[in-house]
């Protein structure tokens, strides 16, 4: 009796081995529920997403400022059309008028291809990979209106063209009340103004490639003022080859600005290439922090077609300018943008 209980014992052990190394042959296999065969010639391993948002982080710490090889829809990203090949989601849907309304709390607009206007009234709404091309003199590429905790990550907004088809605006808070809003990684062109908020985070973004039609006043980022909560314009390319108006602008135009950080972008073109805020005859600006931005001299020998900036009043109270440089030595005074 006690040979047939070690052979059966034996015979256990033995059993076990072989599932140990059956599973480690091939993952998943014997795992409860899944439904992953074997990889062999006939099942390839399933390809991963050729760009991972932590990935898009290293090169471009390694790289520099962004760029169109680090933002928008990632390469190879699969997107469906709207409304052609789907029509809604939890949360949105395709009006037949022919916009895109985003409504409800917390929706997820993702892997999509939008060729018309996207109109976004719900709150905590995220918006990843997706293309929305839009063109016309009123056209918005995403609107906000009256929404809170929206975040638009990794896609491409654009215009049609830079002539009659280009959009307005790229991303707009279209009544000035839009709150918790955060635009990353996006590639925005063809364009009146790329972004126009007036709270949130705007960060990594290349915004470029403007489009023109009479009568339009070119912006990168801009602000109307008369909101007072945080704005932070952080470690973006913003490049307008045009000599007006600006790559980031603050204007009074509703109100005092306050409480506005731009650090650390890469900026070229417009009349200047930052208008900081200050009207005249104006509410005086405070809070207004531009620190550590690099000028580019690609379109005009000082940033932008006047100059670098206008409007910084440094008497304001904890506004700051500093570390602000050029990217070259050729330009005269070179040690600050003044």
């Known amino acids: 009796m006690k040979l047939i209980g070690m052979t059966i014992w034996l015979a256990a052990v033995a059993v076990v081995v072989a599932l140990i190394a059956i599973g480690l042959a091939f993952p998943g296999l014997l795992r409860p529920g899944s439904k992953q065969p074997p990889i062999s010639a006939g099942h390839p391993r399933p390809a991963q ?38 029509r809604r989601g939890k949360g949105w849907a395709y009006d037949q008028r022919g916009w895109v309304r985003v409504y409800g709390h917390g929706a997820v607009l993702t892997d999509l ?27 918005i ?9 929206v975040t638009i990550e990794d896609s491409t907004i654009s215009g049609m ?24 990684d996006d590639d925005i062109s063809r364009f009146e103004t790329g972004v126009q908020v007036e709270t949130g985070l705007i960060a990594d973004n290349y915004i470029h490639e403007p489009g023109f039609l ?66 005249q005859g104006g509410p005086p600006t405070s809070k207004i922090v531009i620190t550590g931005n690099l000028i580019s001299t690609i379109y005009y020998a000082h940033g932008g077609n006047y100059g670098c ?8 109270r904890e506004n700051i300018w500093s570390g602000n440089t050029w990217n ?3 330009v005269p005074d070179y040690s600050a943008c003044d």
């Open 113 to 139: 291809n939008i060729p018309c206007d996207v109109s976004v009234t719900g709150s905590d709404i995220t918006i990843r990979n997706v293309k929305v091309t839009v063109g016309g003199a009123d056209a």
């Open 309 to 316: 900036a206008a409007h910084f009043d440094s008497r304001g």
């Open 328 to 330: 070259t030595t050729s």
């Open 49 to 86: 997403h050729p760009r991972h948002h932590h990935e898009r982080v290293e090169r471009r710490r390694q790289r520099g400022f962004p760029d169109a090889a680090d933002t928008g829809v990632p390469a190879g990203t699969r997107l469906r059309t709207v409304p052609g090949q789907v």
């Open 214 to 279: 009479p009568g339009d006043h070119t912006n990168g980022v801009t602000s109307n003022g008369g909101v007072t909560t945080l704005l932070t314009i952080s470690h973006n390319t913003i490049f307008i080859n045009r000599g007006q108006t600006d790559a980031i602008g603050l204007f009074e135009d509703h109100g005092v600005q306050q409480n506005r950080r731009i650090t650390d972008n890469l900026l070229a073109g417009g009349s200047y290439a930052i208008y900081a805020g200050q009207k």
């Open 161 to 184: 063209n830079t002539g009659a088809g280009r959009m307005m605006t790229g991303v707009k808070d279209v009544y000035g009340d839009a709150t918790g809003v955060r635009v990353l």
């Open 141 to 149: 590429g995403i609107g906000l209106r009256h929404a809170r905790n």
